[in-house]
């Protein structure tokens, strides 16, 4: 009696310790205000996830400081799957222009795929007076301690392209940090500031709208939802290009078969009709299946860094924490 109550036992709490992934809800920290253009596509990613693992996966959004202090965040959490981050391009370059970080860039996440590569814009204020992107150079120029840009936090998508168009025309204008583009972009539209280089997922409804003046798309293509807004090449400026890299990531000591099997539920929401048609109305596209592994993000970030240490020493664009 007491081998068959042990057996029984045993049986029953099998099913605790061969628990399934996901068994309860999972959360995506987005180290970006609500509204912006890295929440609209996590809130997408999460949408489909959802659909796909069983469970539901929500938002949390946490901005400030150039996404570091989402990240800070998340860095402290367990390392079980059900704490995830989606994050940019700022995680790369803030690993070289904050220098006092909580986190290691580079050994504290798991990566789990790339989301997604969102083109970048150059837009203004209705109002503002250049009508060309020769004229918006020509002003700022003539006006460089009047003129004031907008952007998300220090290392931000928003300011990376910022720092690159000023260095390649040879100005520099003042900056406004805000926490995310989604209160940039507010602030833009209420006509508090001036300029913005900013994601088509946060600019092109407000083009297409007429609320912003658009100069030129920061790509070496037009853009399919703005045909006839010219690119910064036929625009007259030559080497400037940036987009802003998405990628969903885990915590180091994540159980590799949890990577793999939300690595898996990405690729199937990135396939998803009904996401790829959303990206395409935000100017941009899921990432295929071969750059929604963990291999290809890992070594994305770890190329993003290297690039940017460099650029950002040149320009000493440091920050302290």
Known sequence: MLRVFLSCMLIAALPAA??????????????HAAGGPTDAVSRLVAHAMTADLG?????????????????ARFAK????????????ISLATTATMYRNLPYDTLNAF???????DVPMTIIARADFPPNTLAELVEH???????????????????HL???????????????????????AMTS????????????????????????????AAVTPQRLAKLPDLPTVDEAGIKNLQITIWHGLFGLKGTPPEVVDRLAASLRKALADPAVISR???????????????????????KDEVTRWAEIIKDAGAYAEN
């Open 18 to 31: 061969a628990e399934t992934f996901p068994a309860r809800p999972i959360t995506i920290m987005v180290p």
């Open 279 to 301: 990206f395409a109305e935000l100017n941009t596209a899921p990432s295929t299946a071969a750059e929604a592994t963990p291999a290809f993000l890992e070594k994305k970030l």
């Open 55 to 71: 469970q539901q996966v929500v938002i949390e959004n946490v901005g400030g400081a150039g996404g570091t202090v989402g990240t």
């Open 110 to 116: 798991a990566p789990i795929g790339l989301v997604t």
């Open 140 to 158: 700022l120029k003539a006006n460089r301690d009047k003129v004031t840009y907008g952007h998300a936090g220090l290392g931000s998508g928003s």
């Open 77 to 88: 959490a367990q390392p079980d799957g059900y704490s995830l981050m989606i994050h940019h």
């Open 188 to 215: 833009l539209l209420g006509k508090e500031i001036d300029v913005m280089c900013d994601q088509t997922t946060n600019t092109t409804a407000q083009i297409q709208g007429g609320k912003v003046k658009a100069y």
């Open 161 to 183: 392209c910022a720092m690159l168009f000023m260095k390649t025309i040879g100005i520099k204008l003042t900056g406004v940090p805000f926490k995310g583009t989604g209160p």
